[in-house]
């Protein structure tokens, strides 16, 4: 081979592999087309560092994130599919760590996972219908997040009266059998409840409500001892929320709760919600004893700011607002750590404003917390709190590619959570 033929050659490979290194515009309609994507210039928002590295390259090989780096050698991906992400922010997957979706059209899933929703808590629902679901989800079946479910258990009070609990209960089972809504009492066997829970596909176990501390306590030594998790409303009455938080349970729900009278019966319901039962020497202690026994909080302040939203007195539906978001700053500021999940339904349309970045919202503006830590909650914390913090809820290499490219820094604002250019869930472009 003479030397004019050797160098057409090497224009000729040179040309290719940059033609198939080019990058697509911002304003182009982005499908993939290759198993090998990267993501060029990107500023990358470390939720584990807590720092952002700007414009580098981000390597994503199948369904993982393989290579991080600045100024990567795209020759060393010749059949790679390149995005310009100038300018432009890569944050984790969202996860939304308080949901129902038993009720939902599959639609919702499909909708939320297009607005950065890639895994999800479900909190109590039909099991058999959410383990299909999960199963459908990752054989890509149904196109969605994640989902990740909860058994409920509870006293003879909440399982043999919820309506919800018949509903999730099918009729093979009578009422309190199922292992996704279970009566429990201190005559039950919970060693087997908790192994028929797991055997279920339940990722941990909800407390609910008429349980006692002891109840309580054993509940949480068994699902620790099978691998479960342990998650609870804030007060199990008639166990406390000190009782609940002594028990170690893994994290508590709801802020309301912790407005309401020593003594509180579910009998009571939202009634009892009064502006003088807020006790910030008494909160103080608990959220100290919180952060002793590595008890996370998930506030759940979209839906507790819509249902006091519905006190027609407005001085005092004011006043319960401010104390239920300066529960959630104390929590923050002395070290509690706090998760993000809305107890709010999925959209039903593509319009309809996804429940978990309003929850972003008040966390940043109402609670006072930096939109880091905020992002962090709704990223790396609520992965943790599934325990699949090794898989997914950070941008960084060997994890699962479960991000989102925002037009604008969420940092700066976190309204900004909402400006999606697009989603990427297992290295696929979600369209």
């Known amino acids: 081979m003479d030397r004019r033929t050797r160098t057409i050659l090497v ?9 198939s290194c080019s990058s697509v515009s911002d304003d182009e309609v982005i499908s993939q087309t290759s198993n090998v994507l990267i993501l060029r210039n990107a500023n990358v928002i470390d939720v584990i560092a807590r720092e952002v590295s700007e414009g580098v390259d981000i390597v994503i090989s199948g369904e993982s994130i393989h290579e991080i780096g600045s100024d990567l050698n795209c020759a060393r991906y010749p059949s790679a599919q390149v995005i310009d992400v100038e300018g432009q922010y890569v944050i984790p997957g969202l996860i939304e760590g308080h949901a129902h979706i038993t009720q939902l059209p599959e639609q919702s899933l499909t909708i939320a996972l297009r607005k950065g929703v890639v895994a999800l808590r479900d909190m109590a629902g039909d099991g058999y219908y959410l383990r299909v679901l999960k199963a459908a989800v990752n054989r890509g079946e149904v196109i969605g997040p994640d989902i990740y479910f909860s058994a409920l258990l509870g006293g003879q009070e909440l399982i043999m009266k919820d309506t919800r609990v018949k509903l999730s209960t099918p009729p093979e089972y009578d009422l309190g059998e199922a ?5 429990v009492d201190s005559n039950s066997d919970i ?11 339940a990722t941990g176990i909800k407390l609910y409500a008429y349980l006692s501390a002891d109840v309580i306590s054993r509940v949480t030594a068994e699902a620790r001892r099978s691998d479960l998790k342990v998650w609870a409303h804030a007060v199990v009455y008639p166990a406390t929320v000190e009782e609940v938080v002594a028990a170690r349970v893994d994290a508590i729900s709801h802020s309301s709760f912790l407005l309401l009278p020593e ?17 910030s020497l008494g909160q103080r202690r608990l959220f100290q004893h919180m952060v002793e026994n590595d008890v996370a909080f998930d506030p759940t302040l979209v839906v507790n700011d819509q249902m ?7 001085s005092g539906r004011e006043a319960m607002k401010e104390a239920m978001f300066r529960s959630v700053q104390t929590a923050y500021e002395m070290g509690v750590t706090i998760m993000a999940g809305t107890d709010m339904p999925l959209p039903r349309v593509e319009n309809d404003t996804l429940a978990l970045y309003r929850e972003l919202v008040l966390l ?26 090794d898989v997914i809820g950070s941008v960084n290499e060997n994890k699962r590619a479960d991000m989102i490219v925002l037009r604008a820094n969420p940092l700066d604002d976190i309204h900004n959570i909402a400006k999606i250019r697009f989603v990427i869930k297992g290295g696929r472009i979600v369209n």
Do not use: H
């Open 11 to 19: 224009l000729l490979t040179f040309s290719l592999l940059t033609l």
């Open 179 to 183: 292992p996704w809504a279970r009566l």
């Open 191 to 201: 060693s087997q409840i908790v192994l028929d829970a797991k055997d279920c596909g």
């Open 263 to 279: 003594g509180w019966s579910y009998k009571d319901g939202s009634r009892a919600l009064d502006i003088s039962n807020y006790d």
């Open 308 to 314: 006091l939203s519905s006190m027609t007195d407005r």
């Open 364 to 389: 940043v503006t109402r609670a006072k917390m930096t939109p880091l830590d905020a992002l962090r909650s709704a990223t790396i914390i609520n992965a943790q709190m599934l325990g699949i913090d």
